[in-house]
């Protein structure tokens, strides 16, 4: 069975410094795992993904993530917050065609 | 290329109606699926279609509808719409598998049943 738990709903940063939005999955075997970023009334679009290769993983604008196994984790992290990252995020987990959204975590940027 | 799109971007329904949200998308993708999304429960996987002709369930299928007749298009159909049904859904479509490529996401319907 896989799941995924991003452990905070909502992160606060002021802007200009680092983001650390964290998810923990659970998979019975190596799992692909995802970052989506919503925008406000807007559909998902791809962040990174890990797909069993390197386990620092760059994305778009930015952003990386580190797929540690020992700790099921695959947080995602920023250097420098930017006013137009507030966004919500999702970790996503999936194997073959099982796959399993986060419940999201809503970044806010404070000027 | 328009990518995903879907129609309508807002719908009220009363209870006890049918309707059909539309999904396109011009990428010539194999893989196309059908999500709800709900406050505080991320998106939650209705039904997906691994090619023309061929669909499955996801996690929440129950009061849904699918059909794929062509690589293009993926609707989703509710016979009978019940007030949990209000929802944001969201048709994504991916190359091959979902389970290990990009999808790429339509922008949304708002449902709301009354």
């Known amino acids: 069975a896989q799941s995924v738990t991003q452990l905070d709903s909502h992160v606060s940063v002021s802007e200009g410094t680092p983001v650390l939005l964290r998810c923990n999955y659970s998979?019975?075997?190596?799992?692909?795992l995802f970052w989506y970023v919503q925008h406000p009334n807007k559909g998902l679009q791809l962040l990174l993904k890990y797909t069993s290769a390197a386990t620092l993983v760059k994305g778009i604008n930015g952003f990386e993530a580190e797929f540690k196994k020992s700790e099921t984790s695959f947080h995602l992290t920023k250097p420098s917050a930017h006013m137009s990252d507030a966004a919500e995020y999702f970790c996503?987990?999936?194997?073959?065609?099982?796959?399993?959204f986060g419940k999201g975590t809503r970044l806010h940027i404070l000027p | 290329n328009a990518g995903v799109t879907q129609t309508p971007k807002f719908q009220v329904l009363k209870t006890g109606q049918s309707m059909t949200l539309q999904c396109a998308q011009d990428m010539n993708h194999e893989y196309m699926s059908w999500y709800r999304q709900d406050p505080g429960m991320g998106l939650r996987l209705i039904h997906y279609s691994v090619g023309a002709g061929i669909t499955d369930q996801g996690e929440v299928p129950n009061g849904y509808n699918v059909s794929r007749s062509t690589t293009e298009d993926f609707p989703l159909r509710l016979l009978s719409a019940a007030p949990s049904q209000t929802s944001v859904y969201f048709c994504?479509?991916?190359?091959?598998?979902?389970?290990?490529?990009?999808?790429?996401f339509g922008p949304g319907t708002r449902l709301t049943v009354l």
């Open positions: 994504a479509s991916s190359k091959t598998g979902m389970a290990t490529n990009e999808q790429f």
């Open positions: 996503v987990v999936s194997r073959a065609d099982k796959i399993i």
């Open positions: 998979s019975s075997y190596s799992p692909s």
